[in-house]
């Protein structure tokens, strides 16, 4: 697992969020929310819908999403 993974799901877990339960608060696919947690960036839409994804994430679970952002591959 990456760096930006094993952040999320840390958070996530320390606020006792089922995948499921964040995708849901999100209105997303409990997958978008997986495949940001293991880094399988490629099973992500588009890197600006993602990172879109990745932000609103950071943010349910109280985290900064501008250093998260800086560690999404920008390629």
Do not use: I, N, T, W
């Not at 995708?23 to 588009?46: D, M, N, S, T």
Request: hydrophobic share 45%; aromatic share 6%.
């Amino acid at each position: 697992m990456c760096e930006l993974g094993e952040k999320l799901r840390e958070a996530r877990e320390r606020r006792g969020l089922s995948l499921g339960e964040a995708a849901r608060q999100l209105a997303l696919k409990a997958e978008v929310l997986e495949a940001l947690e293991e880094c399988r960036f490629e099973r992500l839409p588009e890197p600006a819908l993602a990172r879109g994804y990745l932000r609103r994430y950071a943010l349910l679970l109280g985290l900064d999403p501008g250093p998260l952002l800086a560690l999404y591959p920008s390629a």
